[in-house]
């Protein structure tokens, strides 16, 4: 399976009268199934754009994207939603994502009974348990029936990972998922994902401004700047021989950013 955006361009029309924002400028990327392919730019430099972009969620100004090769504005409404399974999304907020009166189990199971994955009360509940324990909540049974405030940062971003996995995706496109942890949680997260390409073959379009994250866990690496896709390249040849003067810069702050995460970490150990 091939994901492909091409020559991709999106403008927002500028509110009340201002000049109109080109938030995505011509780029193009792929993703397949089994990689990790992270784009890391700062804020603002139009990444959550390509992310709706690719998840079929909003359309772009200009350009096409493709899953192997047939192109999602051909599509009819069946089609769409058999993209949207394969394609599945991981966003920001874990808090926003999952509606606080429903149960983790019905949370996962009314996406399963939907895109009808499995049928019936015992054979959904079955699917559910199986993907949290895939994301390494386990015992899964005891997650079933607590609600979303009763789970840490880190354990809520693993049920919407579960609830993505329950589709059978092939990619899973996630905006800024583990941004918000702190750093072991963190750490925990990524290596569920990188432990679920694995396994299952899943493929991510991982969206951070958080380098040593890429470092980590990416295979291939887009580097993104005001809307433009600025260098890529296998992670190791990001790393190792960055080509554009914007790539040096960011990897020249990166070290800098890693002890100044450490601090942080160091001063609430202190307080706490
Ligand atoms: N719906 C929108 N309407 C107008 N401008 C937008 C909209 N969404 C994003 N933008 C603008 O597009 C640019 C890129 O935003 P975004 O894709 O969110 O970047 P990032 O995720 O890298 O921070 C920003 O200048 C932002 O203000
Ligand atoms: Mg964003």
Known sequence: ML?????????????????PVYAVKDISVTATPGTFVAIVGESGSGKSTLARILLDLISPSEG????????????????????????????????GSL?????????????????????????????AVEVLDLVGMTPPEAFMDRYPHELSGGQRQRVLIARALSLNPRVIVADEAVSALDASVKAGVLAIMADLKERLGV????????LPVVKKVADYVYVMKDGEIVEHNTKTEIFTQPTHPYTQTLLAA????????????EERKKHS
Not at 3 to 19: D, H, M, P, Y
Not at 83 to 95: F, H, M, S
Not at 104 to 114: K, N, P, Q, S, Y
Not at 254 to 265: F, G, K, N, V
């Open 99 to 127: 509606n606080p009166r429903k149960r983790v189990g019905e949370a996962i199971g009314e996406v399963i009974r939907l895109h009808r994955m499995a049928r019936g009360r015992q054979e959904i509940r079955q699917k």
């Open 64 to 95: 096409d994207v493709t899953l192997d090769g047939k192109t999602i504005r051909g599509m009819s409404g069946a089609e769409h939603t058999g993209y949207r399974r394969k394609v599945q999304a991981v966003l920001q907020d874990p808090a």
């Open 254 to 265: 990166a070290p800098s950013l890693e002890r100044a995460t450490a601090r942080r970490s």
């Open 203 to 210: 493929g991510y379009v991982f969206i951070t401004h958080d």
């Open 3 to 19: 994901l492909e955006a091409s020559n991709i361009t999106k403008v927002f029309k500028g509110r009340r009268g201002a000049a």
